[in-house]
């Protein structure tokens, strides 16, 4: 198959297949004359069908991609003005990140079927967003990576404040100035990092920087500049309290995207830029982000106890599990780094089937609340056991997808650090505390509400939705070495620029 | 990828388990049932010979690696199966008490709605549970640690529509993972000291094996490379192999209900009664004690850890005992029982009786499965009574059920004569209680005190149970379903015990208006009761005596292999026996010859404090629960809002206000022109913004 497609720029037929689509949506509208529900429920088709192309292309590069070789591969270039180029090229880290968007958007939309204000228009941004959100993990021009980061926010911050719920302007323009203001010093620091350099290619920049381009004291601003954006991304504590009130507001496929992807795009940020192109501010600021990181883990479990609305619940344990990922990166080591990227992954599978199912009862009930719910089990059983499995993963069991990643973090932070390694522990039962409580409320004890009477157990497309997740859940759960060898070399090769810069 | 017998035993539960579980509505409960029951009784079959084969053949160790599980650098934890000793004896424990549970459970659950459910639970549980005693390595060993933690939760939870169900699901595997906190520090502290987290090396050379000695003892295993190494964390230096002992053995207190973390066993047994027997009875309870024994030679060389084992295991087993004498739920009182028991064998283990400790498991897992079974039968008997102040006069309806209780009780306390035999316990519980006296490690003349107290109080309790159930008049119960241990939510599970209506009309005679049990709840009564009555004095001499040095074949470091009783003073020796009789004597006063001197009891203050397990629950309530909820509040109510989005973004308010009115805009259409307008700008800046930089920088 690598055969097949040598010679195509399959990188960019991936990522601009979905703009391709929302072009194509936006030239049928303008011939439709007026919406109507079939032209709707045609868009909706149109989009499955151009993210599940999308996936397919995804499966045709990440064919030809080999994962034995460490470099970035499936490399294109295309001169730009002033030396900066249109390059993309992923290595197994990026390749990953890749496949889980490609995976998870087609899943988004079956999810937005419920859509029905302004279809075509959300159905456009929702592809948008997936083609920036690839081109994010693709670019390997730092000034193409930016304007896919950047403008990723756009389209989030529409489908936020348009689609969401009662508060979404309050939460669109919190996600907005928080995330816009953190991108804004790391745009400083790219403009000056490019200057100094020469280069506004990534891997070469790398080179430099590993040639020791960037001075200590220098690296320390880069660092603090990027961390900014990276750190809001994340979201580390203490800038974290955007993500509750947009998962709150946005809508369902909007808070798995956020979830799952979105959110990944700081961990990526971490291990593409910080750790290699600023190693010794890196080395110098691992105290500090393992602190940050166990505060989030302890702080944000402890406050996804107390919370009413399930969507802010999961929004906070988002915040815990993002915790053990920074610990993971910069513990420098094999287990951390390889930790926290499986987490990252695995993360974005469970996060986003958690946002599903409260999605699932949202769209019958139209409430997040949870003491609205109570005995879901006995209208919906297939429901509380799909619930209850994505549950066990956000708990971390082993044989969900939801272990390797805690325990390997876990194992390279105590290399560094055995404190840090036994706060973050302190997650691990904070967590079972608190998503098993509100599996109680939600699922289990008998029907008080007479209102949940009638509420029907999932529909064949509510089972198509999950079912990919499941699989993956378990797959990641029980062989998660076919992942972690994937996303051995890109690792392998991180520590070496963190630990080779440091000497 | 290999493929054996061996790999059958563990896996086809599993499938069994994964059949009966998804398929339930296309297949139905008779099918489910049938299934998981018969893929038990295969991997039963299969771990009896291999059992024999280490009691009367060769005894051959094996290693099955099946496929990778987790393998970062030198973290590399394998899918295997390992065969030896001390996973043979788990085998057939696990097995044998998991067939006759299912067995039984035919007939109790008989009348739920959700059979199918409840025997996928099951064989889910079994498969983890064997998963865990044949790992090779310690995340596999965590793997089914947690697999048996989450089959615990679902079954405890079982009847779901109750809420104190629910609630003790979740006390349990909440616990548990305070244990797991330990444990899995301690696996970090393994893999961080020794760069592995096998216990054994992969290869498959036989002499390889055995790799080391430690104190005079040669082990198999890896871990006594800790020998010599410290742990520095910041200014702190400890030696390396009692830090990982340590931090292991908070692992098992969770898991084996040990003093402190010991609150969710009593509240487990809102789960169905074979569960009970099962799973926090014969076999996940006591996988802290075969992880302590696993770990033999590490505990081996770690005094200090051993002696906090000891001291915790001894504490433990007069505490439940204590706690035990005041109970009224005939499940509760076998519950505190089982703590009380898991508390001799870590003791045993602590005193580095590891052979011991194992050897009371396995008789422990006959006699006390016996005790559950036979309770659940006195229920199901019942109707679903489980107080025992409500019962009484049960022996003439329910003879068999009687005898077995008998037998199993005779089993509990350790009945036998020195030098002639015994039932099982006797072997097992005066092995450790004078591998305590003659041990000379940290704690153990306490454990020694503290064992034959426990023996007097456990002899109390259990002729207390016996008689209160089955002796004198049957005092049934005036408010009948309030207790009512059966809530399936729907009450036609009730109806359908059609003889039951007048049952709660006391009969004149004062016999109980109780029920025998179908045979398909008896049989496994009458396996567990041979057990009993002869697993101690059949296995006695390859446990503990004179062929134990090639039966256990260096797994575990035998200390005290010479065995026999004539190390020991005579008073050593027949003090179990002599406050065993004495507990008895007791009992017979108390509750046969003058019942009323127990209620005068009843109310004080002492009475109080043990009915009321000492207030460990308020205690936990107030501190931890409590304090979560406050701890959360705090840092919700006033780091986020107040402190966090009040200095941030709530405190620019009034910009956000001059944007929303703008936004809504948005929402009368277009939206898409707006996004590419805002897209192109965003462009248009990035690209400005960089080529004004690199012009200046340059």
């Known amino acids: ?503 | 990828m290999q493929f054996s017998p061996e790999v059958l035993i563990v896996v086809g539960p599993l499938i069994a388990a994964a059949f009966a579980g998804l398929l339930q509505r296309y297949i139905g409960d008779r099918v489910a049932m049938i299934v998981t029951t018969a893929s038990i009784g295969l991997s039963l079959v299969l771990s009896w010979p291999i059992f024999i084969d280490f009691v009367w053949g060769e005894g051959h160790e094996k290693l099955i690696e099946i496929a990778p599980f987790i393998h970062v650098g030198d973290f590399q934890s394998t899918w295997s199966v390992r065969i030896d000793t001390m996973s043979a004896i788990m085998l057939v424990v696990v097995n044998t008490v998991s067939f006759l549970v299912h067995l039984y459970s035919w007939g109790y659950m008989s009348e739920d709605p959700h059979k199918a459910r409840f025997f996928s639970y099951l064989s889910f549980f079994t498969f983890a549970m064997l998963a865990l005693v044949t790992a090779n390595d310690f995340i596999q060993l965590f793997f089914g640690w947690e697999g048996v933690g989450v089959a615990s939760y679902l079954l405890i939870g079982f009847w779901y529509q109750k809420r104190s169900a629910n609630d003790a699901a979740i006390k349990a595997f909440v616990t548990n993972r305070v244990g797991d906190f330990g444990f899995a520090l301690g696996i970090m502290a393994v893999f961080f000291l020794l760069g592995t987290i096998q216990f054994f090396p992969s290869s498959a050379d036989h002499a390889a094996l055995f790799s080391g000695v430690v104190n005079g003892v040669e082990v198999p295993g890896l871990l006594h490379h800790l020998e010599g190494l410290n742990l520095t964390i910041g200014s702190l230096s400890v030696p390396a192999a009692e830090l990982c002992a340590v931090l292991l053995f908070i692992g098992a207190m969770g898991k084996s209900a040990q003093f402190f973390l010991h609150v969710w066993l009593p509240d487990a047994m809102e789960g169905p009664t074979p569960v009970s027997a099962l799973i926090h009875a014969a076999t996940m309870v006591t996988a802290g004690v075969f992880m302590v024994c696993r770990l033999g030679e590490l505990y081996h060389m770690a005094p200090i850890a051993s002696g906090i084992v000891t001291i915790v295991g001894a504490a433990t087993a007069l505490f439940a005992a204590t706690v035990g004498l005041a109970q009224n739920d005939i499940k509760r009182v076998v519950a505190y029982s089982t703590c009380s028991q898991l508390g001799y064998m870590f003791f045993a283990a602590g005193v580095g009786a590891y052979n011991a400790a194992m050897f009371h498991l396995f008789t422990h897992a006959f006699f006390k499965a016996l005790l559950f079974l036979g309770a659940g039968s006195v229920i199901h008997g019942l109707h679903h009574e489980q107080d025992m102040r409500y019962m009484g006069g049960v022996r003439k309806p329910m003879m068999i059920t009687w005898a077995m209780m008998t037998i199993g009780t005779f089993a509990l306390i350790g009945f036998g004569i020195p030098g002639l035999g015994g039932f099982a316990g006797f072997y097992s519980k005066d092995a450790i209680i004078e591998a305590a006296y003659g041990s000379s490690g940290i704690g153990a003349q306490f454990a020694f005190w503290c064992g034959v107290t426990a023996a007097l109080l456990t002899s109390f309790y259990s002729w207390r149970l016996a008689f209160m159930t089955f002796e004198g008049k049957y005092r049934g119960n005036p408010d009948a379903h309030h207790h009512d241990d059966h809530a399936h939510g729907d009450a036609h599970a009730h109806d359908d015990h059609g003889h039951g209506h007048d049952a709660h009309a006391k009969p004149a005679d004062g016999t109980a208006p109780a029920h025998e049990s179908p045979w398909v709840m008896l049989i496994p009564l009458f396996v567990l009761a041979a057990g009993a009555v002869a697993a101690g004095a059949i296995f006695a001499p390859y446990f503990l005596g004179e062929h134990a040095a090639e039966f256990w074949n260096h797994v575990v470091p035998l200390a005290h292999a010479e065995g026999g009783h004539h190390d020991f003073p005579a008073w050593v020796i027949w003090a179990p026996l002599t406050v065993t009789v004495t507990g008895f004597i007791f009992a017979v006063i108390f509750y046969l010859w003058k019942p009323g001197a127990a209620k005068a009891m009843a109310g004080g203050p002492v009475w109080a404090f043990l009915y009321n397990k000492w207030y460990f629950d308020e205690l936990y309530d107030f501190i931890f629960v409590k304090g979560a909820r406050a701890f959360g509040d705090l840092f919700w109510k006033v780091g986020d809002k107040r402190l966090i989005d009040g200095l941030g973004p709530d405190g620019v308010a009034a910009t956000s206000n001059f944007f929303s009115r703008n936004l809504r805009r948005l929402q009368t259409g277009f939206v898409y022109h707006y996004s590419f307008i805002m897209l192109i700008a965003a462009v248009a800046f990035g690209a400005y913004a960089i080529l004004a930089g690199i012009g200046g920088g340059r």
């Not at chain 1, 960019?12 to 929302?22: D, E, K, R």
């Not at chain 1, 992923?90 to 958007?105: G, I, K, R």
């Not at chain 1, 859509?115 to 959100?133: A, G, P």
Request: charged residues 10%.
């Open chain 1, 1 to 503: 198959m690598s055969e097949f497609v040598a010679g195509w720029p399959i990188l960019s037929i991936v990522t601009f297949l979905p703009a391709a689509g929302a072009l194509l949506i936006l030239l049928s509208r303008a011939s439709a004359r007026g919406e109507n529900v079939g032209y709707d429920n045609g868009v909706k088709l149109l989009t499955l069908l151009i993210t599940i192309a999308t996936f397919v292309a995804s499966l045709f590069a990440f064919a030809a991609f080999d994962f034995r070789n460490p470099d970035y591969q499936l490399q294109e270039s295309i001169p730009w003005a002033f030396g900066a180029s249109y390059a993309m090229g992923v290595d197994t880290l990026a390749m990953s990140l890749v496949m889980l968007t490609t995976f998870l958007t087609p899943i988004c939309i079956l999810a937005s079927w419920v859509i029905e204000k302004q279809v075509s228009s959300y159905m456009v941004l929702f592809l948008i967003l997936e083609s920036l959100m690839i081109g994010v993990f693709c670019a390997q021009d730092i000034i193409l990576f930016y304007i896919f980061f950047e403008a990723g926010l756009i389209p989030m911050f529409i489908l936020i404040g348009v689609w969401g719920g009662e508060r979404r302007v309050y939460a669109a323009f919190k996600f907005f100035l928080y995330t816009l203001l953190g991108s804004l010093l790391m745009l400083v620091a790219i403009i000056y990092m490019i200057a100094v350099a020469g280069t506004s290619n990534i891997p070469a920049l790398t080179a430099f920087a590993q040639g020791g381009g960037f001075s200590p004291d220098v690296q320390i601003w880069l660092w603090l500049a990027f961390f900014a954006s990276f750190a809001v991304k994340m979201p580390m504590w203490p800038v974290h309290t955007w993500l509750p009130d947009a998962h709150v507001e946005a809508p369902t496929a909007a808070s798995v995207v956020l979830a799952a992807i979105l959110l990944k795009m700081g961990g990526y940020g971490f291990l593409r830029f910080s750790l290699p192109m600023f190693p010794d501010a890196s080395h110098y600021f691992t105290p500090f982000v393992f602190l940050l990181s166990v505060i989030a883990i302890v702080w944000a479990s402890l406050v996804a106890f107390r919370q009413v609305d399930m969507k802010k619940l999961i929004a906070y344990s988002s915040v815990a599990h993002m915790g053990f990922v920074t610990m993971g990166i910069f513990s420098g080591n094999e287990q951390g780094i390889q930790g926290a990227i499986f987490q990252m992954l695995s993360h974005g599978i469970i996060s986003g089937a958690l946002f599903l199912c409260v999605g699932v009862v949202y769209d019958r009930m139209h409430t997040r609340e949870i003491a609205f719910y109570g005995g879901l089990v006995n209208r919906m059983p297939v429901y509380a056991a799909v619930f209850m499995l994505f549950t066990m993963g956000n708990v971390g069991l082993p044989g969900t997808s939801g272990f390797p990643g805690e325990i390997l973090t876990m194992v390279g932070a105590f290399q560094v650090n055995a404190w840090i390694a036994a706060a973050a522990a302190l997650g691990v039962i904070f967590s079972a505390a608190y998503a098993l409580t509100l599996y109680r409320k939600v699922a289990l004890g008998n029907i008080e509400n007479p209102k949940l009477d009638k509420i029907a157990d999932l529909d064949a497309r509510e089972w198509v939705q999950f079912v990919p997740l499941v699989i993956a859940t378990l797959i990641m759960g029980l062989a998660p070495t076919y992942v972690l060898d994937f996303t051995a070399n890109s690792a392998q090769t991180i520590i070496s620029q963190f630990a080779g810069a440091a000497q």
